[in-house]
């Protein structure tokens, strides 16, 4: 049984966890209550206390150093929450190996991106609401991490959307933010159900929700396939939807509404990755089920490729980020659909892609920020002289997802090709193409965005209507950058160099059996992936900085049929659109119909018939008769079939 | 503590105080409100003092008191408060000074729509309103505290009463047709209830005469009757019925949403927030103990009406233009969840479903607040009137979103312990039923921010929406108490739940229903029988 069971009860500095949660919470309350007044310095006391929590992080890191390999798992009751006889659930708190990573990376990136906003939104006049509300985040974020049980894990789920629901509708007299902002929420509620059901199915299973009691469960074997792999899909959901994977990966590129920080630190680098948290934390669950993890492999094989071939087609620079984080995700997904295999490299990529991507999203702001908000990089260009501090760091970023060695990008994402390789079998080399293709892909739409917007030709101009004066951004902006292009850089490195992560995560997730035969030699693999990445590099490079760009895209006529698609995002929101909504629609016009001429109808009718309301009444029902009959038939049709329903079990 | 007449007290003292405010003369209309104000607080007060001296683990009605009142027919004034009753009697208790500062400025008419407005105003009494509303709180908790079933039917009519006058003399200004509709509607609807009840209630006399010797009226004596299933089934009818208008439940609500949009917020808010969870109360306090045996067997039907009952209000009011019409379905959803999670006949269904009452009081009645303040500011309960106007009420829109995230069931707020409790509590017995009716939180997120965007996002809509103010002092001071618990009861339910519980497992248990245990029992859970103090 891989997995240590007992947690360690909190004393020491272990006793300080609770803080890592409740300093970014008071900071969200005195913003929010205070109002106005704290507008002066609301900035600072919301970074203060990101910072504050970040140093609280580092202590316990290194608290947990000192403990033995594995015992390194502590638990923090805090207070019963939900106590209602055999439904017992605390308020209770887990450090181990994997969520102090977590804690490490939201609390740290967290912080520099607070320090970025600083500058970033420095000319807001509602600054101090979005350093409360992404306090807030940090806070529910947080929790969701640190949770040491599924409810808690849940709630903290569901308030990192409200975090990125109120932050994508900050401006939010812009009606595509507050469209996009419910739209997120929609479909995160969507994939909330499942994870809702999950939690349910481990109750009515094991009586508990505790990871302890549900994982030893697991492990034992003592949860029947079928349960277990319904337990695990339902998961599934609930992580595809907050993190954007298909099939609801439609809301992502419309949070980029939200400003850019935001795009940074929640649809990049922290909660879009929660559904890769939560597979590797219920790791104990999908190792027992091949079928969950054969789903959850194709999800993120697939969204790969997705994710890629629509950020080709783009030309907002912030859309392009997003399917690149859609994309990266699903090479997360892959890896811990693996298995005890890839648990640790999924975790791996993840921390790695919060340096880069965050770092990609803060250059990005930085450039938009100099060019008055303009986010189509048709209207950028040779912005490299001009900004040299988001040119390089962005640059490093840029050369670390695409698999530059030695950068971050090329350990980890090559240890995924090389994990689906070796998954053996057709659906081996399936998967392993697929992880290789998408290497390539990146490759090409991030070398066409780096160049389109730093280097070719200056498709804006400082005179005229549109004018933009680009210059380098304060160093409250850059600041923050530079160490995220440092670990960019070198944090690959330094979590596959001599197994570190993997031996770290591994009383958590398992030992990762390192497959006894090669499908290829790593050797081979890691040329042919470099190979890749350099043909869609080559080809960027020729059709984006040898031609130039075209001032505006060509119409959709003169392109091919799958860069119309791509445009369309693939068809996802005209499906989303044609399935769901359209006829929600009309049954919410129906009902609304049918609830005032008919069920209502049936009851004044009746009255009416049996003693007469009032002549008015008897007036209004009569020539309703058919629509009394059609509401009667429709409620009984209901009825019996909801009691199908109760009757199902 | 516990000889101290508690619930008797808090029946005389509105009661005495509703003569006193109905004497006020007109002139005077301050003094009403302030004294009216003054009581309710000291109302509240005491029934906080009462949940402290209530002792959870106790079996048994607790304050009780009995006085022989119709000796003939074996009527007893006889009161008491056990788990169930006390939190909602603590519900009412805590809204309705809420309402009476919310319709401070409201009652005499609209404060700012001026034109149209002014002699309608001259013609409404403050006074009597605010009379009304201490007979009302009279009903609410007089119906909670009743352990004879004769006098729960004497104060489940009485509420009537008030209720009409506030929704026929005080609703929609502007709408007097539709209001006296409305009015009439609701009257009618809950009278035709009332007469089923009372046809039961007969006959449960009847039985205790049969099987006792002499009749009685008695909850406690009756639910140790051993009434045949046939007559069991006759009986739950005539209750169930009753009851599922009152709360309502589908196909039963019809007359929700018109009572819901006449009245005025403060009758709204304890039209919804208190009233209807008469007949959830009834579900659980009558219906369940008296007829265990119907109970069982119509528990399919129930549970089918409710889930239909969540979708159904779910859509309809992701469907509706009027603000208040649309805060009423909403109000059908979560009825159907508290149905569902009683007739799961689990206690943590059960237990969840108690809890959603309260819980559903705040949040409902928070929301009807700030959709009150909103209509009192631009005279329209139209949402097409509105749009844009967090740019000029921030405070008002962030409460807004907070009674709607109430509403959703967020967690963190208080409606998530109660919805997710209702839902696994159903997850362990039907498996199928749980599944489809989570699905409804998908629709609870698009009714709420559905509302939210097209009212208080986007540009600012209309020219004149410019100079509305944010909320008052006096808002805030409304808003606030209800803000703080919804938060409170969110993060720490487990004094709440530690009332509640003890009393549904044993209201269950006496009934012959144990929880399903988990189907792969681990680490054995420690299981609280022994704990819940059950009945025997």
Sequence with gaps: MPHELQYAPAVGSFSLMWLLLVLPLAGAAILLLGGRRTDRWGHLLGTATAATSFVVALVLFFALLGRSGDDRAVSQHLFSWIPVNSFQVDAGLLFDQLSALFVLLITGVGTLIHVYSIGYMAHDPARRKFFAYMNLFLASMLLLVLGDNFLVLYAGWELVGLSSYLLIKFWEDKPAAATAANKAFYMNRVGDVGLALAVMFMFATVGSTNFDTVFGAAAAGVIGYGTLTAIALLLLLGACGKSGQFPLQAWLPDAMEGPTPISALIHAATMVTAGVYLIARANPIFTETQAARTVVVIIGAGTILIGCVIGCAYDDIKKVLAYSTVSQIGYMFLAVGLGPAGYALGIMHLLAHGFFKAGLFLGSGSVIHAMNGEQDMRKYGALWRLMPITWATFGICYLAIIGVPPLSGFFTKDKIIEAAFDKGGTSGYLLGSAALLGAGITAFYMTRLFLMTFHGERRWSDTGPEARHPHESPTVMTGPMVPLAIGAAVAGGLFVLGGSIQNWLAPVVGESVEAGVHTMSPAVLTALTLLVAAGGFAGAYLRYQLRPVDAVARPDAEVGLVTVAARRDLYANTFNETVFMRPGQYATRFLVWLDTVGVDGVVRGTAAAVGGLSGRLRRTQTGFVRSYALSMLGGAVLVVGALYLVKAG | ?536
């Design chain 2, 1 to 536: 503590m516990n000889s101290f007449p508690w619930l008797t007290v808090l029946l005389i003292v509105p009661a005495v105080a509703a003569v006193v405010v109905m004497a006020v003369p007109r002139r005077f209309a301050t003094v009403a409100k302030q004294i009216t104000l003054a009581v309710t607080l000291v109302e509240f007060g005491l029934a906080l003092l009462a949940t402290i001296a209530y002792e959870p683990s106790r079996a048994g009605f607790q304050f009780a008191q009995k006085y022989s009142w119709i000796r003939q027919f074996g009527v007893s004034y006889s009161v008491g408060a056990d788990g169930i009753s006390l939190v909602l009697i603590l519900l009412a208790t805590l809204l309705v000074p809420v309402v009476v500062l919310a319709s401070w400025d409201e009652v005499a008419g609209p404060a700012q729509a001026g034109a149209g407005g002014a002699d309608v105003v001259s013609r409404r009494s403050v006074s009597a309103f605010f009379a009304l509303l201490l007979a009302l709180e009279v009903g609410m908790i007089g119906v909670f505290a009743a352990t004879d079933v004769f006098l729960f039917y004497v104060f489940f009519e009485a509420m009537l009463i008030p209720m009409y006058f506030l929704i026929g003399s005080y609703g929609a200004v502007k709408e007097q047709a539709q209001r006296s509709y409305a009015a009439v509607k609701f009257l009618l609807y809950s009278l035709f209830g009332g007469l089923l009840m009372l046809a039961a209630v007969i006959g449960l006399y009847v039985v205790s005469a049969d099987q006792l010797g002499t009749g009685t009226f008695d909850f406690a004596t009756l639910r140790q009757l051993d009434i045949t299933p046939g007559v069991q089934k006759l009986l739950f009818l005539g209750f169930f019925i009753a009851f599922a208008i009152k709360a309502p439940l589908f196909p039963f609500h019809t007359w929700l949403p018109d009572a819901g949009a006449q009245s005025p917020t403060g009758g709204a808010i304890l039209l919804v927030g208190v009233l209807d969870k008469v007949g959830t109360f009834g579900l659980i306090r009558y219906c369940i103990p008296l007829f265990p045996d119907a109970s069982s067997y119509f528990a399919p039907m129930v549970l089918a009406l409710a889930v239909v009952g969540i979708f159904y209000g779910a859509l309809l009011a992701i469907g509706q233009r009027d603000m208040k019409r649309l805060v009423a379905y909403t109000s059908l959803a979560h009825f159907g969840f508290i149905a569902m999670g009683t007739f799961a006949l689990t206690s943590q269904g059960g237990t969840g479903a108690v809890l959603y009452m309260v819980n559903h009081g705040l949040s409902t009645g928070l929301l009807f607040l700030v959709v009150g303040f909103l209509v009192t500011r631009r005279g329209s309960r139209d949402v097409s009137a509105y749009g844009g106007m967090a740019k000029v009420t921030p405070v008002l829109a962030g409460v807004f979103l907070i009674a709607g995230l109430s509403s959703l069931a967020l967690p963190g707020l208080n409606s998530f312990v109660s919805e997710f409790l209702v839902l696994a509590g159903t997850f362990t017995r039907y498996r199928a039923l749980a599944i489809v009716a989570t699905c409804g939180i998908v629709l609870a997120a698009i009714y709420i921010l559905y509302l939210f965007q097209r009212t208080m996002t986007g540009p600012l809509v209309h020219e004149q929406a410019k100079g509305v103010l944010d909320l008052s002092v006096r808002e805030k001071i409304v808003v606030a108490p209800v803000v703080a618990l919804i938060i409170a009861l969110g993060v720490y339910p487990k004094p709440l739940i530690d009332i509640i519980r003890p009393t549904v497992t044993a209201t269950f248990e006496d009934a012959g229903h144990t929880d399903p245990a988990p189907s792969v029992p681990v680490n054995a859970a420690p299981v609280n029988a022994s704990q819940a103090g059950g009945h025997s």
